[in-house]
């Protein structure tokens, strides 16, 4: 990262993560930038892929932002799901520690301002030289190194063959526990988050769901945010079925289209519901 003064840390060290020294791949020399005195504490791992459904991301934020008031986030640095992670992190003055893929040099343009942030609030960490490209081999490298980093590891997002399900087959191999994000049946994006609930991971909706599991009890909750009679027959209403049109939001609350608009828009702002294109909308 240019302008950021890259520093090195080798295997034995102190600050050197001694649930990858045991590892028989363990990388000899890490580069950083930030604060290595993260690698000393509580951390969890959040990841999810790049398909990661809009209002996902936004429960992720939600639930990523609880979480991060007792861990430091481990996470990658692509788009959708770890840029979810990052930014509920930071925006609850949360720490996160971000492991790449390859080398500082190849390090992703897209959410360069982002990571910048990391930068200075947490720590980027990679496991390569600095002039070593991204392959495609070192992306399940990376995912095994962001399992075995974290106590445990929830999935807000995996297709089929998602690398966030990589993660969470070391993170299973490594005896960390499983979380992942529900979807309704047949939803392209979710099919690999709904498997692994099969397989035993725990369902998550919160992050009280995550801190109880790992035996922390929760804080307590902020007070429930005032709703108008227009904006609970909206939040009923959706809640019953899922997602909807404005047109259908309208005939089943009965609040007429031009209404309806300013109650969906405050509703928007206290964070409760949140558009999903095509005049329809989820809640959250």
């Known amino acids: 990262m240019q302008g950021s003064i890259l520093q090195e840390l080798n295997i034995g060290a102190p600050m050197y993560p001694k649930?990858?020294?045991s590892l028989p791949d363990a990388?000899?020399?890490l580069q950083y930038v930030g604060d290595v005195a993260l690698l000393a504490t509580r951390k969890f791992t959040v990841v999810g892929s790049r398909t990661t459904p809009v209002q996902m991301r936004k429960l992720g934020k939600e639930?990523?932002?609880?979480?991060?008031?007792h861990f430091t986030i481990v996470t990658g640095v692509a788009d959708g799901g770890d840029e979810t992670a990052i930014r509920g992190a930071l925006e609850v003055g949360g720490k996160v520690i971000c492991v790449l893929a390859g080398g500082f040099s190849a390090i992703p343009q897209s959410n360069l301002p982002?990571?910048?942030?990391v930068a200075k609030n947490g720590l980027l960490l990679s496991p390569y030289p600095y002039d070593a490209p991204t392959r495609s081999f070192s992306y399940e490298y990376r995912n095994k190194l962001?399992?075995?980093l974290g106590e445990g590891a929830l999935v807000l997002g995996a297709g089929e063959k998602s690398g966030a399900l990589i993660t969470a087959k070391?993170?299973?191999?490594?005896?960390?526990?499983?979380?992942?994000f529900p979807y309704a049946p047949r939803v392209?994006?979710?099919v690999g988050c709904n498997r692994l609930i099969k397989e035993g991971a725990h369902l998550t909706e919160s992050a009280e769901d995550v801190l109880l599991c790992m035996g922390i009890t929760p804080t307590a909750k902020k007070a429930p945010v005032a709703l108008t009679k227009e904006e609970q027959a909206v939040l009923e209403t959706l809640a019953l079925l899922s997602e909807a049109h404005v047109?259908?939001?309208?005939s089943k609350s009965g609040i007429p289209v031009f209404k309806l608009r300013a109650t969906l828009s405050a509703l928007e702002i206290k964070g409760a519901i949140t558009p999903i294109g095509g005049n329809r909308y989820a809640i959250v």
């Open 19 to 21: 649930s990858w020294e």
């Open 27 to 29: 990388p000899q020399s």
């Open 63 to 69: 639930v990523v932002g609880g979480i991060a008031n």
């Open 114 to 117: 982002l990571l910048k942030e």
């Open 146 to 148: 962001l399992a075995y």
């Open 170 to 180: 070391y993170a299973k191999k490594a005896g960390k526990e499983i979380f992942a």
């Open 188 to 190: 392209h994006a979710g």
């Open 247 to 250: 047109n259908e939001l309208s």
